[in-house]
Structure formats: structure tokens, C-alpha cells
């Protein structure tokens, strides 16, 4: 797509603020008006469209993706959205350790254990650790608390946390990515390689597959660009 605008700018607008191209204030996919919740990332946003050139890349614009499926999918619905996190919740990265003779387990207890301490602090919610790959369910109250806990960010933060926690496999590591404590990209990143653990223990051990690192590599930068997202949308 050719561009079309000259001018990018910044107007307030009923509920935060909102980009305009041309004077022309921008709309989501679904036809919604794209109105962010901070200047921040209206700044941000704006800086997508400035950055474009003759010919706009929709690869280009991964905060204006994120922003419409906030408006457009979450914010209509964000009780769904947290319950599907849940799911992640239940069966959390961070809760299944190998058995506690092999190896790997204690490597989790030195990486992992911590920051599930430090989260349940917290977030007043106690999760259960299973040893080997057989499910045990959650307390459903612990389950209550976080799904309420979850309702508390807006739809902007929520749209992020869903990112993060799927890329993760972790409602854990996406719910400490958007803690005051992750303010600075080393610790959100410190976060993705504990999420990585496995995959980088095994590519330790049996070596490195090109491919497998390249997909390992994306998924940490979509993690990354929605954590950026998170603190935006905060103000």
C-alpha cells in the first residue's frame, strides 16, 4: 500500500488520546475509534505511521495491531479474555518440574522457584508444584483471585498480559511482566529466558537447531514488544 497522509499528529480524546493522519482521526479494523489510553503510546503509535515510508508495511505496525485487538476484541469482552488465561493458570510452565532426581530439576528450583515465590507473595495466590507431566488441578479460589486480579488492568494491559502469557505458556511470568518490579527491559527479558528454560536446557544438551532459535528468537520479540506495550498503556 502506498502511503497516503503527510501529516502524523496527537489530539486528546474522549478517554485518552487518539492519532490522527492528516487530520484524519485513525479507526481500528472493526471500525472502532483507535483512542489509547495514555499519551505514551499515543506517541508511540504515532511513531509507527511517521516511521513509514513511500510504501507501508503492515509488518511495520505491531503496536497499532495490538491497540486495535484491545479495542476491538478485548475491551468488549475482557471477562473472557481472563478466562481464557485461566487455562494457563492451571497448567503453568512454571508449576510442572522434572522429578527430583534428573538434572533439569534442579535447575528449575534455582530459576524458577524464586520467581513463583516471589509471585505468590504478590498476588496472594498459592500454586501447586507437580513433579513429571500428569496434571493436578488448581485450587479454584487461587484461580478466583487471579481471574479477579486479571480484571483489574485495563484492556490495553490485558491484550499485553495475553501475549505474554501465551508466548510464555505462563500466566505467571505474564502476570510478573506487568509488575512495577519489571520496569526495565533486562528484567522482562530475564523473565522470557526463565519461560525458555526447557527449550534452552535441551538445546544444551543435544545442540542447536537453526530454525528452532530463529522461532525462539521472534517469540521473544513479540514477547518484548508487548511487555513495551504494557508499560505504555500504563501512562
Not at 509507527?48 to 509488518?59: M, Q, S, V
Not at 527430583?100 to 504478590?122: I, K, N, T
Not at 501465551?166 to 505474564?174: D, E, N, P, R, T
Request: glycine share 6%; hydrophobic share 40%.
Amino acid at each position: 500500500m502506498k502511503r497516503f497522509y503527510d501529516k502524523v499528529s496527537l489530539a486528546q480524546a474522549q478517554g485518552g488520546w487518539q492519532v490522527t493522519l492528516d487530520t484524519r482521526p485513525i479507526r481500528t479494523q472493526q471500525g472502532r475509534p483507535q483512542i489509547v489510553p495514555s499519551e505514551p503510546l499515543a506517541q508511540a503509535l504515532a511513531a509507527e505511521w511517521d516511521g513509514a515510508g513511500e510504501t507501508i508495511d503492515p509488518k511495520a505496525f505491531p503496536l497499532r495491531d495490538m491497540a486495535d485487538y484491545a479495542i476491538d476484541v478485548v475491551a468488549p469482552s475482557p471477562q473472557a479474555v481472563a478466562g481464557k488465561l485461566l487455562a494457563y493458570g492451571e497448567t503453568d510452565t512454571l508449576c510442572y518440574r522434572a522429578e527430583p532426581d534428573e538434572p533439569l530439576f534442579e535447575r528449575q528450583e534455582q530459576v524458577w522457584e524464586p520467581l513463583l515465590s516471589a509471585f505468590e507473595s504478590r498476588e496472594g495466590a498459592v500454586l501447586v508444584r507437580v513433579s513429571g507431566v500428569v496434571h493436578r488441578p488448581q485450587d479454584p479460589k487461587q484461580m478466583e483471585r487471579l481471574h479477579a486480579r486479571m480484571l483489574e488492568e485495563n484492556p490495553f494491559r490485558l491484550a499485553a498480559l495475553e501475549a505474554m502469557t501465551s508466548l510464555s505458556a505462563s500466566l505467571v511470568i505474564g502476570l510478573s511482566a506487568l509488575g512495577e518490579e519489571s520496569a526495565d527491559e533486562d528484567t522482562a527479558r530475564g523473565l522470557w529466558q526463565a519461560a525458555s528454560l526447557e527449550e534452552e536446557w535441551q538445546a544444551q544438551l543435544w545442540g542447536r537447531d537453526y530454525e528452532a532459535e530463529e522461532r525462539r528468537a521472534r517469540r521473544e520479540a513479540d514477547f518484548l514488544a508487548a511487555w513495551r506495550f504494557a508499560r505504555l498503556a500504563a501512562g
